[in-house]
């Protein structure tokens, strides 16, 4: 569940004060000292925001869990009153009446009610709710958007006096510059310490950025590609590391490494959200058909329409193989983000001790334990490519392929 909690969050939260008049409870401030999860906003004296996890229609209860990991038992009384709203509704205008046997586990809901002095149950007047399948349709509309109309780059220069970001952003292409102007309009966004989740991006203002930071930004294009008009800017300060696994916790979602670049270990944490992909060994990545399909083209990248130009398009972004004119690929289509996205999925069993993972994660208060946003194992080919890449920038053998991960391969911030 990524961005489109957001959304949701503040469309629940937008209805709070209607609500309050229908039902007849006046807004409270969140109780002081709670004892459970005092931090977790999704908690107020009146109401709770979180998923379903379980309903026992019987007893007539829910336990509702919030993105903080809270547990709150809701009863459900003869009077409640039981509302579906639709993702990004901010009113409760176009909401409709509902029955307890419409909700089911996985909706997303705004119990109203008085809530416990332990901050674990509330007995609800009325609930808001906003179903699995509808929230899951947004998030797809909302990621076809992101992918259609967004950018992805490391900011590389920042002018604070007219509000300007100059980001570096690569595709098949090649490497260019893109300035992003910052209006009054845009809605800037950035990730916080220690999370990994797109949706817990807090709002941010130009001061806070820094160059080097990575960004992705939805908006439109200039014709000639220098130039992005922004809607909506997320960004964030992010740690790529590379290192071999040493041990694997299930029990915890704990990762032991030893970074390839610095020579110590490290704990990756692997929450429930993190992003987990395999990538393919050398001979595989023709075969694999990555970049089929991909803008401007109807076959491979190499546009010969074979399975051979998957390998060709990785090995180009590596900066593996020589470049057309002007520096760029001859011709071709997708780039090194759509790579990675199309990556096969995998779960925490599958890593396996000796095998090689690339991590990003944002910058925490531990520098050797990192929670990490995404995670690809068997990442040897694709460290082979990086070094390739930098022994033809250096004229030399590079020892360690690791050494500027970070600048070379972008996958902190991921889609919603």
């Known amino acids: 569940m990524r961005v489109v909690l957001v959304s949701l969050s503040f469309a629940l939260l937008t209805v709070v004060s209607q609500l309050a008049?229908?039902?007849g409870l006046a807004v409270q401030p969140q109780a002081p000292n709670s004892p459970q999860?005092?931090?977790?906003?999704n908690i107020t004296a009146n109401g709770v925001i979180g998923e379903v996890k379980a309903i026992d229609a019987t007893s007539r209860q829910l336990i509702v869990k919030t993105d903080a990991g809270s547990i709150v038992t809701v009863a459900l009384e003869e009077k409640t009153a039981y509302l579906r709203l639709a993702p990004g509704e901010k009113t409760l205008t176009n909401a409709t009446k509902i029955a307890l046997g419409d909700i089911g586990e996985g909706d997303r809901v705004w119990a109203r009610g008085k809530v416990a002095d332990d901050r674990r149950s509330l007995p609800a007047v009325a609930l808001v709710v906003?179903?699995?399948?509808?929230?899951?349709?947004?998030?797809e509309q909302e990621r076809a958007e992101w992918k259609r109309r967004g950018i992805l780059g490391v900011i590389t220069a920042l002018k604070p006096e007219n509000k300007e970001i100059t980001i570096s952003s690569r595709s098949l292409a090649g490497t260019q510059s893109v300035v992003i102007p910052v209006t009054e309009k845009v809605e800037l966004r950035r990730y916080a310490p220690d999370s990994i989740k797109f949706n817990d991006a807090k709002p941010s203002e130009f001061g806070e950025l820094q160059v080097g930071d990575q960004l992705r930004a939805l908006g439109e294009r200039s014709a000639v590609g220098t130039h992005f008009a922004a809607e909506k800017i997320v960004s964030g300060a992010f740690r790529i590391v590379a290192g071999t696994v040493s041990a694997v916790d299930a029990d915890t979602g704990e990762i032991k490494i030893s970074d390839l670049e610095k020579k110590r270990p490290?704990?990756?944490l692997v929450k429930q959200d993190a992003v987990m992909r395999k990538f393919p060994a050398a001979g595989e990545i023709g075969s694999m058909g990555m970049f089929r399909g991909g803008p401007g083209t109807g076959a491979g990248p190499g546009g010969s329409g074979q399975a051979g130009g998957s390998g060709r398009a990785a090995r180009e972004e590596a900066g593996t193989t020589s470049r057309g004119p002007a520096g760029g690929a001859s011709r071709g289509g997708g780039n090194f983000q759509d790579f990675i996205?199309?990556?096969?999925?995998?779960?925490?069993?599958?890593i396996k001790t000796g095998d090689t993972i690339i991590v990003s994660s944002t910058r925490g208060a531990d520098p050797v334990r990192l929670t990490a946003i995404s995670l690809i194992s068997g990442a040897d080919t694709l460290l082979s490519m990086v070094a390739a890449r930098q022994q033809q920038g250096q004229g030399q053998t590079v020892p360690n392929p690791a050494v500027g991960l970070g600048t070379g391969i972008q996958f902190g911030i991921g889609l919603p």
């Open 341 to 350: 996205e199309r990556l096969p999925t995998i779960s925490l069993a599958d």
């Open 266 to 268: 490290l704990t990756i």
């Open 130 to 139: 906003m179903n699995k399948v509808d929230i899951a349709r947004k998030q």
């Open 21 to 23: 008049t229908a039902t």
């Open 37 to 41: 999860k005092d931090s977790d906003s």
